[in-house]
């Protein structure tokens, strides 16, 4: 049903062509790269790769970012940031090993500050379909905390932070409420009860068998909480599978590599698993090639040691990742340090973040160029998280794409049978009429409309 020459891109595809023969993904930032900034220019490496340093300085407000960057950047940059800052739904927590990661030669297109540290210069106007909780997870939950969407699996939320706040986090509407640890820590003991609520419900519907406990975070668990939340979910007979979300690896591999206790308890709650015969993983989210160092090759090594499979869920992003010589890098090291890219997510609906959304027909041009690099049980599948709770499609499954409106329509048979769900493309990569429809009611309904009893048929 697309028109013909839709995903026409040709000149992109040679110009990637030269770079899969390369071994670049291989040659993983390493050295002591945080020594450039003021900040941080007097630690050695067994002072800045510890987990315990990595928290206690994690910069969550601007006096505390002046203080590691210095005049490293201009004053403009600062109040860019600051301004941004206001106007978006995260609150701000980058870890030193990430700020230590970016360019601050050109921190206005550096993958890494587009996605912690928002400036308001790049921001631009939320999509008139746009909608906090987009995806409806609250609607699907039978208990706080829990969603129940998918016939034979069900989401986790034990906590809701986390050690760096991504500004796209799809869950703005529960997640970074406050970062004290000394609240969180109250917070974990106050939502035992609630947790217990969680594992009853589970313990109840003989037809759930995968768990994915996420959040928030699961760096943010005790390392006891850890243990017992994956054996009580390893007991419960019909559950054979359980994955543990982090972003940590990622983001604080360190954690890996000195917090010895958390590890432990890692490694106890999978070979548990392994030894009733089901299975424990750890899902990592990681972006762009520059975040996978040389010392998140050495965490990975600790991982892999102990027996613990990690898979990679990746967010498409504009000015991130949405182009085909990045992703393939990113996929192409992935593999290399033994991640299993499992999914590329098209950016969910979000409030304050419409410039990285990408449209349909873009991230489909990436996932083209994508398959076809490396093995296939080591390309990620590129989804779309539908809105109103359809749960995730094959982005190219779509029963209909009208490009010029930016709308695709897609069905889910298994998760709410007879129902239309949608995507919408950013405003900004639609023709200038489409725009100005888009801006009046009507013409906005009209265009629905229209796209509607076309996919109906
Ligand atoms: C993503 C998700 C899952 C897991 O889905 P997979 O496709 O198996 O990764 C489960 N429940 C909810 C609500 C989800 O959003
Ligand atoms: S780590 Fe995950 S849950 Fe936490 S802010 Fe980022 S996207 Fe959201």
Redesign the pocket.
Known sequence: MMQAGLFRDEERGEASMGALQDSSHRELRGGEYWRTLPGYSGLCADEFHSHEFQQRNTVTDLARLRAVLGNVVPDSFYSDLEDGMRHAP?AFRVTPHLIALIDWSSPDSDPIRTQFLPLRSRQQADHPMMTLDSLQEQRDSPVPGLTHRYPDKALFLPVD??????R?????YA??ADTERVSEKLKLHANRARWEQAFRYIEETPRLEDIVV????AFHLRPDALEEIGRRLISIPHIRRVRI???GLC?MPQKILTDHAWVDALTRVSDLARSEFKQVALHT?VNHPSEIAEVTQRAMRVLAGRGVLVRCQT?MQHGVNADAATMQLLVRRLGWVNILPYYVYFHDMVPGVEELRTSLAEGLVVEKHVRGVTAGFNTPAFVVDTMGGGGKRDAHSFEFYHREHGIAVYRSPSVRPGRMFFYFDPIRSLSEEARWRWGQPVERRRMLDEVESIARG
């Open positions: 995260m932070t986390c050690p760096v706040y991504c796209f986090c799809t869950r703005s997640v970074g996420s959040g928030g975070d979300a982090t972003k983001v989210h967010v």
